[in-house]
């Protein structure tokens, strides 16, 4: 019964900002690593950030210094603040979280257009 539910998701200009959340529910105490995933039509999911229990971060090279990843471990949620945004980071945008199995979210649509 886990389950990871994305929001925040929307239509902003090219310089924008959105923070994107992900709350999970279920039998899980906590989750291992927990990170966002974005897939444009046409192309391969692919990752964005992650972030372990203990606060370590990981970002793909076309989102480092304008994306940053948080997550509050009581309650299972984590974030994406996303800054500066592009034409490019326009895509669904997954939360993927793990215990003993992996979890994903139905995602949430970002699109950044003028």
């Known amino acids: 019964q886990v389950q990871l539910v994305e929001s925040g998701g929307g239509l902003v200009q090219p310089g924008g900002s959105l923070r994107l959340t992900c709350a999970a529910s279920?039998?899980?105490?906590?989750?291992?690593?927990m990170g966002w995933y974005r897939q444009a039509p046409g192309n391969q999911r692919e990752l964005v950030a992650t972030?372990?229990?203990?606060?370590?971060?990981n970002y793909a090279d076309s989102v480092k210094a304008r994306f940053t990843i948080s997550r509050e471990n009581t309650k299972n949620t984590v974030y994406l603040q996303m800054d500066s945004l592009k034409p490019e980071d326009t895509a669904v945008y997954y939360c993927?979280?793990?215990?003993?199995?992996?979890?994903w979210g139905r995602g949430t649509q970002v699109t950044v257009s003028s």
């Open positions: 993927r979280a793990t215990a003993n199995n992996q979890y």
């Open positions: 972030i372990t229990s203990g606060g370590s971060t």
């Open positions: 279920g039998n899980i105490f906590r989750f291992n690593t």
